[in-house]
């Protein structure tokens, strides 16, 4: 179904040279874009998975340079800063 557009002066311009560019035509970039700009939206608008939730904590607890590894001595490295803060 045929719909009509307007674009700014300088959008038509920066489409027609990319169109110029590629070889697309001008409906075509136009149904692109659309179609691209409504998945994003549509991403957006939806419930964050438990993933993007929580994507900044995951691996949060990684070893400081050169501590090897952490999580598996949390224990012995609990028992020595205990130690050294209590027996002088």
């Known amino acids: 179904m045929p719909k009509s557009l307007r674009l700014g002066t300088e959008l038509e311009k920066t489409l027609e040279r990319y169109c110029a560019e590629t070889g697309e035509t001008k409906s075509a970039v136009i149904r692109q874009s659309l179609a691209e700009y409504i998945v994003r939206r549509q991403r ?6 438990a993933w993007e939730l929580g994507k900044d904590l995951f691996g949060a607890d990684r070893s400081a340079a050169g501590q090897g590894n952490v999580s598996g001595r949390v224990k012995t490295l609990i028992r020595a800063k205990l130690r050294a803060k209590y027996h002088r």
Request: glycine share 0%.
């Open 44 to 49: 957006k608008r939806r419930a964050p998975s």
